[in-house]
């Protein structure tokens, strides 16, 4: 793991960025998967603001993280919904370059292995970023995920559907999600974790210093030969 510490939020999210773009000028097409959250808001700016600041458009394929079960995907807090407002739209990304589960989808099961279809058919996801849930799940892999588990309905952990509850304007009852699995995520050519701010200090350490276990599913990130972890200094404020 290597390990990058920014002064705060802001700084975080600008250098994440930085690496994140350069990272990807070497590869044409490349197929990405982003978190939702809080967490990568700023990322998210400073992409748009570099595509718009060059007149450019983007070449990248998106292959979604996770999406809540029985939430549809133009509802505010929807995973697939949070993507059209912070990038699909503002840089045009057209709809055949992305795969996004549908969480009101008759067959569930379909949606997972459509996500693991498009993975294999376009070579491997080139760049992950993830954000990290005090419980330490990755994408809805809670703890307790079996890591060889490619992508998959998961019930939710208590305290993911406490967290839920914020992205949304009127209260849903969220209990299961649909995300890629510990095994689908752990191939990725190049893993991106980003956290900030002192409430995700224990998980930080956790991931970083702990032992690999299943009840820390960000822990198995130690194994990956090519991850790296943007903190600010709050959030790695714990770790020896
Ligand atoms: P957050 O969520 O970015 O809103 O803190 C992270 C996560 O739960 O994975």
């Known amino acids: 793991m290597h390990l990058i510490i920014s002064t705060d939020f802001e700084e975080m999210s600008g250098t994440a960025a930085e690496d994140f773009l350069f990272t990807l000028e070497k590869?044409?097409?490349?197929?990405?998967?982003?978190?939702?959250?809080?967490?990568?808001?700023?990322?998210?700016?400073?992409?748009?603001?570099?595509?718009?600041?060059?007149?450019?458009?983007?070449?990248?394929?998106?292959?979604?993280?996770?999406?809540?079960?029985?939430?549809?995907?133009?509802?505010?807090?929807?995973?697939?919904?949070?993507?059209?407002?912070?990038?699909?739209?503002?840089?045009?990304?057209?709809?055949?370059?992305?795969?996004?589960?549908?969480?009101?989808?008759?067959?569930?099961?379909?949606?997972?292995?459509?996500?693991?279809?498009?993975?294999?058919?376009?070579?491997?996801?080139?760049i992950m970023v993830l954000g990290i849930g005090t419980n330490g799940h990755l994408g809805l892999n809670e703890p307790g995920s079996d890591p060889e588990l490619r992508t998959q309905i998961k019930g939710l952990s208590e305290s993911t559907m406490v967290a839920a509850k914020d992205y949304f304007d009127e209260p849903k009852d969220v209990k299961q999600g649909i995300t890629l699995g510990l095994k689908t995520m752990l191939e990725s050519k190049t893993v991106f974790l980003m956290a900030s701010g002192e409430s995700k200090s224990d998980v930080i350490k956790a991931v970083v210093e702990g032992h690999v276990t299943p009840d820390i599913p960000g822990s198995f990130l130690q194994g990956h030969p090519n991850c790296f972890v943007y903190m600010d200094e709050k959030a790695a404020s714990k770790l020896d």
């Open 27 to 126: 590869i044409s097409k490349p197929v990405i998967c982003l978190p939702s959250g809080k967490t990568p808001v700023i990322f998210l700016r400073n992409m748009r603001n570099y595509f718009s600041r060059h007149e450019k458009h983007p070449d990248w394929y998106f292959i979604g993280l996770d999406e809540w079960v029985g939430v549809g995907q133009d509802v505010k807090g929807s995973c697939r919904q949070f993507f059209d407002e912070h990038l699909f739209k503002p840089l045009g990304i057209p709809e055949e370059r992305i795969s996004f589960f549908n969480g009101i989808a008759e067959d569930l099961e379909a949606e997972c292995r459509k996500a693991e279809r498009f993975i294999d058919a376009h070579k491997g996801i080139d």
